[in-house]
């Protein structure tokens, strides 16, 4: 994170070198093959980018067996998986989202001198943590600042895995990643399955919700208010210049706001509403007690506190871009990539 146009060419290692920062994910089966003098490489890949293999695993054996089409027309008659190739969605549900963690996490190497010759060893379908090492929260304060809130919730862009696992519709239920996206049937934005960018991505197993949905929400049914995502999956990580949704799944909570600095997604719709509006609503509607807040807090816009000024008086706000961004998002019912608007609050 402390990126320069010059570096000491004698350093052993820094990540903005493609070879061992972006290798993993954006090439399949990538081997950064580091040289004895630790700053060159010989680097292999299979191919540059995300091919079908960085998914669905070695694939050699796989496209040797159907090359004879009586065994393609026989599987395709039977209907039946082919067991020469990993098929994530033929998966439990923790090795199917584990495939796409091993590149959407904040993870290191288990033996980094085996990985700076060949890369790592994971194949689709194996036990990612056998692998690597999934970190799920900072020891180091530098470090924890950078791509962690206080609390240990992720807040960098490209890492959803380390929310997912956090959450307990995963550790308790059956949600994995392609309970909601789809890598083949989808829009490029998000790559959100078809229907999956409303309701249905929660009352799929939340169906009690469905029935009673404005009685839950205190909000219109047809309205951002009543919109799972938008309560439940805030936009509190950032990168690429915007703000993204957590992944992992959460409750309003005006308390960890001010704890964290984190901006809670009530906050985030009503920006000119204070913190102290906040607790009392969620308080009313939800029985949540309220924390106990700073003058500051009863007074002036939650908004502006975290983009401007400071949680509870004190705190200084963590991550104003998020609110930044946020002014001019434009609310909607959909979860479709946001339009930049002037809103009435930045007015």
């Not at 994910?25 to 081997?31: E, L, N, P, V």
């Not at 395709?76 to 959407?104: F, M, W, Y």
């Not at 609390?151 to 959450?167: A, C, F, I, P, W």
């Not at 009392?280 to 509607?285: E, F």
Request: proline residues 5%; charged residues 20%; aromatic residues 6%.
């Amino acid at each position: 994170r402390r990126s320069a146009f010059l570096k000491d060419p004698n350093v052993r290692r820094w990540i903005q070198v493609w070879n061992v920062g972006c290798i993993d994910c954006h090439s399949t089966a990538g081997q950064p093959r580091q040289k004895e003098d630790a700053v060159s490489f010989d680097t292999r890949v299979a191919e540059l980018g995300i091919a079908c293999e960085a998914c669905h695993g070695p694939a050699a054996e796989h496209v040797r067996l159907n090359s004879d089409p009586c065994r393609r027309y026989t599987l395709h008659l039977q209907k039946q998986g082919d067991g020469s190739i990993v098929n994530p969605a033929r998966l439990s549900t923790k090795r199917a989202s584990e495939v796409c963690g091993r590149c959407h996490s904040i993870h290191s190497p288990r033996d980094e001198q085996d990985w700076l010759q060949n890369g790592e060893r994971f194949h689709p379908g194996e036990d990612l943590e056998a692998k690597v090492r999934v970190i799920r929260h900072m020891k180091s304060s530098e470090l924890r600042r950078g791509s962690f809130w206080s609390d240990d919730m992720v807040r960098v862009s490209g890492r959803e895995y380390n929310g997912l696992v956090k959450t307990p519709c995963f550790q308790k239920g059956n949600l994995s990643c392609l309970s909601c996206h789809s890598m083949h049937q989808s829009s490029p934005t998000n790559q959100l399955a078809k229907g999956m960018d409303s309701n249905t991505a929660c009352v799929q197993c939340h169906q009690s919700f469905a029935q009673n949905l404005q009685q839950h929400t205190h909000h219109p049914a047809g309205s951002s208010g009543s919109l799972c995502y938008n309560c439940h999956m805030p936009y509190t990580s950032y990168g690429l210049l915007k703000a993204l949704r957590s992944h992992q799944i959460s409750n309003p909570s005006v308390k960890t706001s001010v704890q964290t600095g984190r901006p809670n997604a009530c906050n985030l719709c009503h920006l000119d509403k204070t913190l102290a509006w906040t607790a009392q609503t969620l308080s009313a509607w939800y029985q949540i007690p309220q924390a106990n807040l700073a003058s500051d807090a009863h007074t002036v816009a939650a908004s502006i506190l975290c983009a401007f000024g400071t949680w509870a008086g004190s705190q200084r706000g963590r991550f104003p871009r998020i609110h930044g961004w946020r002014l001019f998002w434009q609310r909607c019912s959909r979860t479709r990539t946001p339009r930049c608007v002037t809103s009435r609050a930045a007015r």
